[in-house]
Structures are given as structure tokens and as C-alpha cells.
């Protein structure tokens, strides 16, 4: 089990109920993801079955046959498939690291702060597209079958911020977090955090988690600074 209770199987289960590629299949040992352009967490293949390095251009034919470059997503436990890729030149990319906390440890925003709706407003796809939260991201959250909410963050009467939140079992993902550049060290990304654990908590969930990348300082100290504890990491390998 992680710190926060989750146990550690299960990262990836949520990841794929919150956050899933348009299709998938297999492929001998692989899972191979068609992500529609909806970014690498969804385009990854992943090791889901004993292989061996013959294995390797199997995944990669896949990928090639659909036009995109060979990527592998690396889970924890998984260091003899890293040494593989890293001996036929895979490069490192994005080193990720999951975070999770109980959802009725965080209080609730400030009233008026915050806004759990769906469909998503107009002003929130402005908000992520201003982000680089386009079309296809968007399309990865409709597909999600689930419990699920845009919220919208105010700040002075004014939109500041947006985040997609969706349940998988007693878990909730917070994904596509942004807050607008003006917005930023104001307070806004902890109401959303806020906000998202006390929707999960409304829907039945017990537990608030996201995925952030190893290099984004500033985020990781405000999960920290909000009791939110490491429960895993991830990374890719591509060509």
C-alpha cells in the first residue's frame, strides 16, 4: 500500500479509467494505445504480460503502423524493461510523479471561489486552449464513462484557473490543472485542489490523486504543502 492507502496496482488502473486512449489492444506482451493526438500519457505502450527483448519490435511495429514514434511508458518495478530500451537507445522523457492524499483532508474553497459543472463552460476550454489544453484533450475527457466534473476557479469575480476531475472507485484524478499566468501564486490552484476533494467526497470518493512531472518544483511543494504524499512514478522511454 502507498502512504496515502492506495495500493500501488492500482495507479495505473486509475490513470486509464480517468484519463483513456481511444483504443487499445494487444499486441503479445504490450498494450498499445491509439491516444488521438491527447498526449503521451494516452499514446504510451505499456508491458502488461511476460516479455522478452525479441518482444521489443512487436510494440514497436505497432507504433510505426500508426504513425507515431515508438514510446513506452516505464512503471515502477519495471527497471529491466528501462535497461532494455535504455541499451536500444530510448531516451528519457517526462519523469512523473504521482500524488494522493485522503479527499476530507483538505477543507473546503472559500465560498463562491469555485465551480464543479459538466459540460465544461466556454470560458474553461479558453482557459485550457490558452495552455495547450486543445481539442484532443478535451476528447480524452469526454470518453471518460464515469463520475466526472470540469471545475472553473474565480478570482476577483474573474476566471482564473480550470481543472478536470473523474472518479475511478473511491478515488478521484485531478487532471489538466491551469491557472491563467496572471492568475498564478494567488491561491487558486489550492481551491481547485480543494474543490476537487470535497466533489470526490460528494461522489463517494475517500481520496484525492494526481500525477505531476518530476521537474515542476512549484507544484510539487503546494501538493506537499497541502499534507498530498508521493505514492508512485512513472516515466518514457522514446526513441
Sequence with gaps: MTPAGLPLGALAQVMEATWPCARAWQEGPWTIRDGAGGGKRVSAATADGPWTDADIPLAEAAMAAMGEPALFLIRDGEADLDAALAARGYRIVH???????????????????????????????????????????????????????????????????????????????????????????????????????????????????????????PARALYASLGMQAVGHYHYRQR
Design 95 to 217: 519523469p512523473v510523479v504521482a500524488y494522493a492524499c485522503p479527499a476530507a483532508d483538505l477543507p473546503p474553497p472559500p465560498g463562491m471561489t469555485t465551480f464543479a459543472h459538466w459540460p465544461p463552460l466556454a470560458i474553461l476550454r479558453d482557459l485550457w486552449a490558452q495552455g495547450g489544453i486543445g481539442p484532443a484533450r478535451l476528447a480524452v475527457m469526454d470518453r471518460v464513462t464515469g463520475p466526472k466534473a470540469a471545475i472553473l476557479v474565480r478570482q476577483g469575480d474573474r476566471p482564473a484557473g480550470a481543472a478536470f476531475v473523474a472518479l475511478s472507485g473511491t478515488t478521484a484524478m485531478l487532471h489538466a490543472l491551469e491557472i491563467a499566468p496572471p492568475r498564478r501564486r494567488q491561491g487558486s490552484a489550492h481551491h481547485i485542489l480543494q474543490a476537487s476533494a470535497h466533489w470526490a467526497l460528494d461522489h463517494g470518493a475517500d481520496r484525492l490523486m494526481l500525477v505531476v512531472t518530476a521537474a515542476n518544483a
